[in-house]
């Protein structure tokens, strides 16, 4: 009997070694899984704070984007506005210019007579 419990014994030592080591195994593989699930979120986290500070980055080019819109818009209508002036400018005639309209500008009292005598002639 005795060599028979030493057998019960010693079959049980070994199933609760075999238990053990596959126990350590298993838990070693979930400290893997766990390091590689913590590293996913480091790097998603490493991700999120990069993305968050391009927005960050993007937020002042954007304002300056903005602003100088703005600016082109304000320059191109100075400049219609300057264009359209000089256009106007180009309409307009010089003082020699007008005095030579004026010289060749009938005399009221002239067109008068000379309708006067037509009248009269007819």
Same mark, same amino acid.
């Given at each position: 009997d005795? @060599?028979n419990?030493?057998v019960?014994?010693h !079959? #049980?030592y070994?199933?609760?070694?075999q238990?053990?080591q596959?126990?350590l195994?298993a $838990? &070693?593989?979930d400290e893997? =899984?766990?390091k @590689?699930k913590? =590293?996913?979120?480091i790097e998603?986290? @490493?991700r999120?704070s990069?993305s968050?500070?391009d927005?960050?980055?993007? *937020?002042? /080019?954007q304002?300056?984007?903005?602003? *100088?819109?703005a600016?082109? *818009?304000?320059? /191109?209508?100075?400049?219609? &506005?300057? $264009?359209?002036?000089?256009?106007?400018?180009?309409? *307009?005639? $010089? #003082?020699?210019?007008?005095e030579?309209?004026?010289e060749l500008?009938v005399n009221?009292?002239?067109?008068?007579?000379q309708?006067?005598?037509?009248l !009269?002639?007819?």
């Amino acid at each position: 009997d005795r @060599a028979n419990v030493e057998v019960i014994v010693h !079959k #049980k030592y070994e199933d609760i070694v075999q238990y053990l080591q596959e126990a350590l195994q298993a $838990s &070693a593989a979930d400290e893997e =899984n766990f390091k @590689a699930k913590a =590293n996913e979120l480091i790097e998603a986290m @490493a991700r999120l704070s990069n993305s968050k500070a391009d927005r960050i980055e993007i *937020t002042p /080019l954007q304002e300056s984007l903005v602003k *100088t819109e703005a600016m082109l *818009t304000k320059f /191109l209508a100075q400049n219609k &506005a300057k $264009s359209e002036l000089e256009k106007s400018q180009k309409e *307009t005639y $010089s #003082k020699k210019e007008i005095e030579a309209f004026m010289e060749l500008k009938v005399n009221k009292d002239d067109f008068e007579h000379q309708i006067q005598m037509l009248l !009269k002639g007819a």
